[in-house]
């Protein structure tokens, strides 16, 4: 809506209209920031918007009939945005890599569960119910129906761990 706006308010000086565009980054940008296709054409748009829009270029877009409230609403959200985008990549660095040693590990354990389900079963052969126990497919659908099953609540803790 805002660039197709300065596109018609502009449409009579063409020069001006292109040189706005292309400093608030919607010649290059807009493609890839539209309909969500890129989060950082999105980023890079509205850090460029934020960067380029002067008291004097704000005065110039409401004089042509641009809704001032819209500027700083725009403004406001690059802001958000930015913070935003930061903050993702904050977590994305601060993430733990699984090495190389902990795949190792993680494989043992899983190794020696497969163990202990396979003897469980081929001990409990006889009792359907303690049978079952050992099969991961009816353990996990007990599972999903007992979450299924809960309010959802935002500040409760995941209770579907069992103390052994």
């Known amino acids: ?3 197709k706006q300065i596109e018609i308010d502009f449409e009579d000086t063409p020069e001006e209209r292109d040189e706005l565009l292309n400093n608030m980054g919607f010649t290059a940008l807009y493609t890839g920031a539209s309909k969500n296709k890129s989060q950082a054409d999105m980023v890079s748009l509205l850090q460029r918007f934020e960067k380029s829009m002067t008291p004097a270029i704000k005065a110039n877009l409401v004089d042509k009939g641009m809704n001032g409230n819209l500027v700083d609403e725009i403004l406001a959200l690059a802001t958000v945005v930015t913070n935003s985008s ?10 733990p890599a699984r090495s190389a040693e902990a795949v190792t590990e993680f494989n043992k354990i899983y190794k020696e569960v497969i163990k202990v389900v396979k003897m469980g079963r081929q001990i409990f052969v006889k009792n359907k119910v303690v049978y079952e126990s050992f099969s991961f497919a009816t353990t996990a659908q007990a599972q999903t129906a007992f979450r299924k099953s809960q309010p959802k609540d935002k500040n409760k803790t995941d209770t579907t761990t069992t103390n052994a």
């Open 1 to 3: 809506m805002f660039k």
């Open 86 to 95: 930061l903050t993702q990549e904050v977590f994305k660095l601060q993430k």
